[in-house]
């Protein structure tokens, strides 16, 4: 469904990426996973158009889409949710909503329909639209961040650091929601996250990038297993507690 | 049947995409954790983020058992020993073995092949599979074994050997799948008839069979005296046992398991890429061993690329029947010659039996003398009149000279005089002292 192949981003004369390549299938779950600075953001980025690559090719449903600007991005089918949730705080939640209808002017009825939807999914929201965004707990904005980018009609979803300054209880909330919008709505997810262990958890298959560099990679279960993703990104000291005989 | 069918049947751009990406992270880890590689990148003045395409792979040498040697036991080893949860050998066919080591994902990953191998060769879960290969250092045996309970199956590690009991088991356990060398195969059939034991009483219903070169011929003897369906499998512990590539029903070729594993076909003198279709040495790079990966090793077995799609469904890429090693490979008076190409033509002539041993010696002006001892079908054929051991004879030694330009000698012998092997068949002795 989306591909990068050997996708190369310079910030200025500092290389973000270096030839990351990876893929998401239809219907897919797959995590980036990976230290501060590893490339993850700017991975979502380059793909939603918000950065261009200096080299590479990156493609969506088979499109190139590497020099589409970024609302053609969203229009396709690829919707980005950023890091820090970036909800509009003094407009109220409804309205927060609509902006992720922008591109579907001429579609009133459409959008009002899809605007129940995101309600079904998050009653949350709906008890508070008239509130002002930034009223809300953070995992309330993050549930409208994600609410928004659904109003897009996305087929797939970049969802950049969704627990980011959760507590876990609300963080597997959101997590859970991720699984079920994927089950009931087919929708395809590219997910960045600091919290290795519960994204991998979720998601069929990850990418580990370093450096800006993809090092790893495989099915999610294969790098839960991995002592290297267990010693730098799962927390876990993999040389303590084992082998009581050495 | 698929065991893994998103895989098995993904469409060409996107297998390529996830062989890039696999080589890449593949070569980011060795080049970072196994010396060997790292110094080879350093003398190239290369590294790993140049590679941007499959074909790329090219500009790294190849690693040869030599290699392996060199750093024997552990020092090919990506990981350190205690992420290795499993050690096992090469067979050593030719020379000091070497040690192959698995993560408890390689483990898993390995079980995943070979059950691919066994749904692809007809087994599903309802069948109760006897596993007659060594279980052992060899990889062969715990390779299918574990692809069995992965799988799904009933599995009887039988392990090799035993022959009598081998046949009591399939009788009263009632294997339906049998795995193990194509001549084991054969011997048990022998054993069968010696025990006076109809196979049509048996179950069986599947074979897969490997580890040694075989023939289309004795395919076909096999499934006639075994009453069960055979099919071809590829593997190598130094890349990592069997579960490397497996013939499916369609019977053509064999499919390598291309997601795990990059193939190329090179000519063994010059190791550059032959025309495609061309027979070759096999060259395999693993996309997703972490404990011992290889780059561009050479297997020394020799096969070529098969064309087309296969009727199966399958879209990974399918070679032919392994025809023998480049270490096999015999020179008599200096012309290249294979064992399997002599086991052909004997499959081929009416009355001989494709159980053979080659004699290589030199007389007395110093040349060499090639011998090829054929077990006749019947008694009778040794037995009987000259003439018609002359006419076998004659006609064998003719189709041998005119198809492989070698002269050979041929010489007759009684049915089962040839000593049957429990491993791989000993085809060539060679008394030239070179």
Known sequence: MLRLRNVDVLYGKVPALIRVSLHVRPGEIVALVGGNGAGKTTTLLAASGLVRPKDGEITFEGRDVSRLSPDRIVAAGLSHVPEGRLVWKPLPVEDNLRLGAFLRSGDAAGVARDLDEVYGLFPILAERRRQPAGTLSGGEQQMLAIGRALMARPRMLLLDEPSMGLAPAVTREIFSLIVRLRRERGLTVLLVEQNARMALRIADRGYVLETGRVILQGPADELLENRDVQRAYLGRDADAGDSPSH | MYFDPEYERMDRATLEGVQLERLQSTLNRVARNVPLYRRRFEDLGIDPDDFRS??????????????????????????????????????????????????????????????????????????????????????????????????????????????????????????????????????????????????????????????????????????????????????????????????????????????????????????????????????????????????????????????????????????????????????????????????????????????????????????????????????????????????????????????????????????RSIPRSEGKAQRVVDRRGL
């Open chain 2, 54 to 415: 499959l074909d790329d792979v090219r500009r790294l040498p190849f690693t040869s058992k030599t290699d392996l040697r060199e750093n024997y036991p552990y020092g090919l080893f990506a990981v350190p020993l205690r992420e290795v949860v499993r050690l096992q050998a090469s067979s050593g066919t030719t020379g000091k073995p070497t040690v192959v080591g698995y993560t408890r994902n390689d483990v898993r990953r390995w079980a995943g092949l070979t059950a691919r191998l066994l749904v692809a060769g007809g087994v599903t879960r309802d069948d109760v599979v006897q596993v007659a290969l060594n279980y052992g250092l060899f990889t062969g045996g715990l390779g299918f074994h574990y692809g069995c309970e992965t799988l799904g199956a009933s599995v009887i590690p039988a392990s090799s050997g035993g022959s009598k009991r081998q046949v009591m088991v399939m009788q009263d356990y009632r294997t339906t799948a049998l795995v193990c060398t194509p001549s084991y195969a054969l011997h048990l059939a022998d054993v069968m008839d010696e025990m006076g034991l109809n196979p049509t009483a048996l179950s069986l219903r599947f074979g897969l069979f490997g580890a040694e070169p075989w023939t289309d011929a004795m395919r076909r003897e096999i499934e006639e005296r075994l009453h069960l369906s055979a099919t071809d499998n590829y593997g190598i512990s130094e890349v990592m046992g069997p579960g490397v590539a497996g013939e499916c029903l369609e019977k053509n070729g064999l499919h390598v398991n291309e997601d795990h594993f990059l193939v190329e076909i090179v000519d063994p003198a010059s190791g550059d890429p032959v025309a495609p279709g061309e027979v070759g040495e096999l060259v395999l790079t693993t996309l997703t061993k972490e404990a011992f990966p290889v780059i561009r090793y050479r297997t020394g077995d020799l096969t070529r690329l098969l064309d087309g799609p296969c009727a199966c469904g399958r879209t990974f890429c399918r070679i032919g029947r392994l025809i023998g090693r480049t270490d096999d490979m015999i020179t008599v008076r200096g012309i290249n010659v294979f064992p399997s190409q002599v086991e052909a033509i004997l499959l081929d002539v009416e009355g001989a039996e494709p159980h053979y041993q080659i004699i290589l010696e030199r007389d007395a002006s110093h040349l060499d003398v090639a011998t090829v001892l054929v077990e006749a079908e019947e008694e009778a054929i040794v037995s009987g009149s000259i003439s018609t051991q002359q006419e076998m004879i004659r006609k064998i030694e003719r189709r041998l000279s005119s198809e492989l330009s070698v002269s050979f000698k041929v010489r007759l012998v009684e049915p």
